[in-house]
């Protein structure tokens, strides 16, 4: 039975949209809708439902042309035998038709119809800002297709006002203007016409641009020596005039929370005595699964954060181990604080979009991201006119290092330790612990009811009898000794170095770790970097060289702790064997999310494990083994050195690094481990500084590496592959312990006397044969067991490989 080729098309629904009539058009803005509500609606309204199409048709995806007042909609549909191509797309457009003259689709915004078209060529997907859509076409063609060919190829798409033919040009090809009488028509066969090639002749369609001239700009063209520098003068002036003071009242704002309503006390007040009383309270995050154990570390970071800032906080740990939940539930009291999520701005395709997404988190508005391309040209236009560089464009290290200047100065006007760079970290101490007794004494007065005043209110007393200059001292005299810890800003890098290799991500890490170690050495925030990246340090090191970092690492949760998040979460009585499957998934939160979302969906704890664990082997082999060849990547180490660190984990917990080291097949080399580290596939633990033990990536990654040892073709393919790697080394230890012997030998006569003279043979000769006939034997020894454990792996291969072919006989 032949299989019905699937073949894939295009259609073009008009008047989706808007037209967008110039740069001057706000319905471009104001109704441009997102993506999920384009498909909803296309799915639902515009395109026919799946189930009521031929050719078992299905939507593949939908793209907008917004300036165009449309959308393309993808969709693919298997090829019937009985149809030809064109018969099946002309069915396929007239149900579209069909649905939409049926359901009456007409637009709000203009009260016209929608109208489906098939797309014959091959769109031009172009953002120029200059061009427009308008009533005229212009057509380019190699060919004859005449004035009654272009009528009969344009009318079907609207009226036509007119056509003109231009007058042929000498090898250039033939052009026409095509005249529609309403703007939707020449929008509609521009998208459905482009590229299409109509017996043997390939039409091209854009808009006839139409020329308007202006005075003002062409005075402004024909004076270039006055008018170029006078604009960038007066960008420049208005930039620094008027939007950097309004980029640091917006950055300082996002950082205080100025206009964060939820923040505001009353509001706070009002939720706890209405709505707080009638609702739940939320769990609190140390309750959490894993949080227990964290405790600890938490804590840590709280009395840090109490300290004047002077170094860094690194904390780290592996995808999902809970690190962000952590920084973020300790610094929940924080009055002032900064989050750049860096794995969005790694992710970026450009550098425009890195340095949106950045001062869209820190709140650097305006950006003006097309101030770069104007300065860009008039820094040439500067440089052709006059022959110098006017300096007015900027490099993606300026910009980036003007928002981070920027948020510099908005972080500094909320720090209390602002003015302190000069001033050690003990005597800023000092002052942290004379707010803090300040604090725990107004707290125990508080508590107390005491009638008596406090000192601040005896200090308000004496200033109202002073003089307001003398006033104002003392109050000048009394906050200079003092600086609440809770004031002082927090900087969180989530996610630093999340990609370390990539576009404009170096110079990205670079710059992050260099200003905040500028925020560091004057004392003005604290500085958390949460990272999972084993090679964060480095950077950072290099910023803030001498200087010791808190750091934080966090490990996954215990068994216990794991049982309590599925137990809140699955009904332990429907579900008495939950035990073993947590044994088996292990304390890492992500996993154990997505076990209780698939039981919650239905499948059993069993099913969901073998799922979740399948994943899990996928997963290994290709990043252990390379087994992805498509993506072209090499390793950072051999498949048979992750093969003898996986036989091992799959029968204990941890190894001893130092025992990896030795092995055979590393000789000592660490760089193997720091690239598997790397690549999540195992867990590097230290103890007093350096590398202690190894344990698997994820917890199920053991149960992982036990699947893949099971499979006993793979495991003999590897047993032979590590086997031969090691008899070879062993056979050119061989060849240089018999090398040795012989230049020794050559050191006798034929007669057996020595060539230094005399009959004996040194003892310090004797000594090193004797020492190389050990290392011989020992070496032959370990050959004959790499060839016996060869046999048997062969062996085994061959009966996989017999057991396989009765298989596939048996079912043809």
Known sequence: MSVLP????????????????????????????????????????????????????????????LKDGGMFVHYSYVHPSSYTTKEALKEIESRCEQHLKSHGHYMWFNFQKVRAFLVKGQPFLEDM??????????????????????????????????????????????????????????????????GADINGIKIHVTYERTLKSNAIWNWL????????????????????????PIRVFSMHSKITRLFNVNEYPILKWLRKETVGR??????????????????????KLRVWLRNPPQTFAVVQGPRGSGKTDMVEYAIKDKTHKVIIRCEELANARSEGEVLTGLAKQVGYIPLFQFMNNLN??????????????????????????????????????????????????????KKIETTLEEKARRAEHAASGSGTTTSEEEAEITAKRASRAEAKKKREQEESKRCDPDDIPVVVIDGYMAREKGQHTKELWTFIADWAAVLVENHVAHVVFISNNVAASKPLSKALPNMTFETIVLTDASLDSAMEFVYKNLDREEHPNLMESVKVIGGRLTDLELFVQKVKSGMK????????????VIEVRKSAFDFDASENKTLSWTPIQFWAILRQLAATESISYDELKLHPLFKGDEAPFGAMEQAELITIHQKSGRPYVVRPG????RAAFQEILSDSGFAAVMEVDSNTFLEKQEMANVAKWEGELKEL???????????????????????RVKWLMKKLAESHVKIEKYEQDMGVAKKTVLAKGIEISTAASSNP
């Open 278 to 299: 009638l609702t739940r309270a939320p769990i609190d995050s140390l309750q959490a699964t894993g949080w227990r154990e964290r405790e600890q570390e938490e804590e």
């Open 376 to 429: 860009n040209m008039m820094d040439m236009a500067i440089t052709a006119t006059t022959g110098q560089k006017a300096g007015l464009s900027a490099t993606f290290e300026g910009q980036l290092k003007k928002i981070l200047d920027t948020l510099t100065i908005a972080i500094q006007q909320s720090s209390p330790t602002r003015n302190m760079s000069n001033v050690s970290p003990e005597a800023i101490m």
């Open 6 to 65: 699937l073949k894939y098309g295009l259609l073009y629904f008009d008047n989706a949209y808007p037209l967008k009539m110039g740069w001057w058009d706000i319905r471009y803005s104001l109704l441009r809708p997102g993506w999920r509500s384009l498909e909803r609606r296309a799915k639902a309204d515009l395109v026919p439902p799946e189930n009521g199409m031929p050719f078992h048709f299905k939507i593949g995806g939908i793209e907008p042309r």
């Open 698 to 701: 994820k917890p199920i990654y």
């Open 745 to 767: 030998s050559n050191l006798l006569h034929q007669d057996g006397s020595w060539i230094f003279g005399g009959g004996r043979v040194p003892k310090e000769v004797d000594s």
């Open 221 to 244: 063209s024909n004076h270039p020596r006055l008018s170029v520098p006078l604009g960038g003068f007066m960008v420049a002036g208005v930039s620094f005039i008027i939007f950097d």
């Open 605 to 616: 704890p069993e099913d969901a494990v073998n799922d979740i664990l399948g994943r899990a």
């Open 129 to 194: 800002a200059s061009r427009y859509p308008n009533k005229r076409v212009r057509i380019e063609y190699s060919g004859n297709l005449g004035i009654e060919g272009l009528y009969d190829l344009f009318r079907k798409y609207g009226k036509i006002t007119d056509i003109v033919e231009v007058a042929p040009i000498k090898d250039m090809p033939r052009q026409a203007i095509i005249q529609y009488q309403f703007m939707r028509s020449s929008t509609s066969a521009k998208n459905c016409l482009h």
